[in-house]
């Protein structure tokens, strides 16, 4: 889960939930070595515009930086009073904000973290760059999973894992989201971790639907299925 290339130092971040560790792999050497154990049980990073890792742990029920000197703060931990469920994946906008879904699969069984109940339904978040607060940006979804913006920020790609699993699309203006439609539906299976490339193309990680289905799955601005890679097994992120 939660891959994320860092270019200035040619090497792969990612979260290996359950063994509760984050590896990295370099291009350089071809090797994996554990960058991080325990790591909380993360999953989803990013990068934020100082170059800075952004993650979100299931463990800890948490949104947390590390700067650049390895210490590590807690963007957020709570909303209302209330713990977070399980944080799963986040973007950062170019404004500093930090975007996140809280499905809370890390407190359903002991395996991706630690059963607990839910406090919070599963909201999608926005956090403030300037005060650190916290606001609700979508509160209709099922299960919100991945998310990833257009490449002009003018629109939000959220994940639905929930049933029937589809990839929602939202207007961006001064952080708050509008005009959700669908983008598309994953059938027979679902999807999970999403991004845009420079055209404005969508990839989209998808599993759970079998062959001919499971893998990577393209589409163009307009919802189009431009191709897929074919995988023998579910692709997550």
């Keep these: 889960e939660g891959p994320l290339w ?29 960058f991080r154990a325990p790591s909380n049980n993360s999953n989803g990073n990013t990068c934020d515009r100082q170059g800075r890792l952004v993650t979100c742990e299931h463990g800890t029920r948490r949104v947390t930086r590390t700067e650049h000197d390895g210490r590590i703060t807690v963007l957020l931990d709570s909303f209302d009073g209330k713990r977070l469920n399980a944080p799963n994946d986040v973007v950062v906008h170019s404004d500093g904000s930090i975007w996140f879904t809280d499905p809370g699969y890390g407190i359903l069984v002991n395996y991706e973290g630690y059963k607990a109940p839910f406090e919070l339904p599963r909201y999608v978040y926005r956090i403030d760059p300037g005060s650190g607060a916290a606001t609700v940006v979508a509160d209709d979804f099922d299960r919100p999973n991945g998310l990833c913006f257009s490449p002009d920020e003018r629109l939000l790609y959220i994940v639905d894992t929930g049933a029937p699993g589809h990839i929602r699309v939202f207007d961006v203006a001064d952080g708050t989201l509008s005009n959700g439609r669908v983008f598309v539906t994953m059938s027979p299976g679902g999807s999970d971790g ?37 995988l023998p097994e579910a692709c997550s992120n």
């Design 6 to 34: 860092f270019g200035d130092g040619r090497y792969l971040l990612f979260s290996d939930i359950p063994n509760d560790r984050m590896l990295r792999w370099s291009e350089e050497t071809g090797q994996v070595t554990t």
């Design 194 to 230: 999403i991004r845009t490339d420079t055209d404005g193309n969508l990839w989209s990680a998808a599993g759970w639907g079998g062959a001919g289905f499971d893998g990577v799955h393209c589409f163009a601005p307009d919802g189009t299925l431009i191709g897929q890679i074919h």
